[in-house]
């Protein structure tokens, strides 16, 4: 199956601080990847759609200047958190688009903002 | 806004019992994932289906899309413990390959 990877699984950093997630595809190239957050015990919630060479698309009442995505090859998106605040801590999860709009999921990466 | 609600919300069962989790939209989808996800991971995909009427099995799964593509059904039989999980459907619309993701079911199986 379509493996797709997340760096890092963790993060800890002072609030002020911008964090960047990394997502790869690593066996297929992924002209569509997309970010989510989770909040404990609830399901995902999109944030965002990346396009390889184009500008990501923000879902309603996500800010996409705090929220900053870029996709520059076709194995690998990039979500910063920018100014990193409390209220930011969550489980950030990546996902790449393949056949059928079947997607397959990153790991994971939980940021925690002191 | 496309909805899909699940249900039930949480259930707890025994090893060995069988169970079934409905996944339920008044919106049509192209396709239907169904995945499963650990504490502290990313959902992992266990099927897509994409013909009305398409009926997959995975060992002792069984996914079931409705002939409408409008609602999807997991049943599983002689469940384990290592079903434990959280159970979420997506649909896809064919629109930006945008997945609508269900509000979940919780799954523990205790021995």
């Known amino acids: 199956g379509a493996v797709v990877s997340q760096h890092p699984s963790r993060v800890i950093c002072k609030s002020g601080t911008s964090v960047k997630i990394e997502c790869r595809s690593l066996?297929?190239?992924?002209?569509?990847m997309f970010w989510y957050r989770q909040f404990p015990k609830q399901s995902l919630m999109l944030m965002a759609t990346?396009?390889?060479?184009?500008?990501?698309?923000?879902e309603q009442g996500v800010e996409k200047d705090k929220f900053l995505i870029n996709h520059a090859s076709l194995t690998l998106s990039t979500l910063t958190v920018t100014s990193a605040h409390p209220e930011d801590s969550s489980f950030y999860i990546c996902?790449?688009?393949?056949?059928?709009?079947?997607?397959?999921f990153g790991p994971g990466t939980r940021l925690t903002v002191l | 806004t496309q909805l899909l609600e699940q249900s039930p919300q949480f259930l707890s069962i025994q090893e060995g019992e069988n169970l079934t989790v409905y996944c339920n939209s008044s919106?049509?989808?192209?396709?239907l994932q169904w995945y499963r996800q650990e504490p502290g991971e990313g959902p992992v995909l266990l099927v897509t289906?994409?013909?009305?009427?398409e009926v997959k099995k995975l060992k002792r799964l069984t996914f079931q899309f409705g002939d409408a593509r409008k609602d999807s059904s997991l049943h599983i039989t002689a469940a384990q413990t290592g079903d434990t999980g959280l159970y979420l459907c997506?649909?896809?619309?064919?629109?930006?390959?945008?997945?609508?993701f269900g509000t979940g079911t919780r799954l523990q199986v205790t021995l």
């Open positions: 996902s790449a688009s393949g056949k059928w709009d079947t997607q397959y």
């Open positions: 066996d297929f190239q992924a002209t569509t």
């Open positions: 990346s396009n390889e060479g184009s500008k990501a698309t923000y």
């Open positions: 289906v994409v013909t009305g009427g």
């Open positions: 919106s049509v989808f192209s396709s």
């Open positions: 997506a649909g896809a619309t064919g629109t930006a390959s945008k997945l609508t």
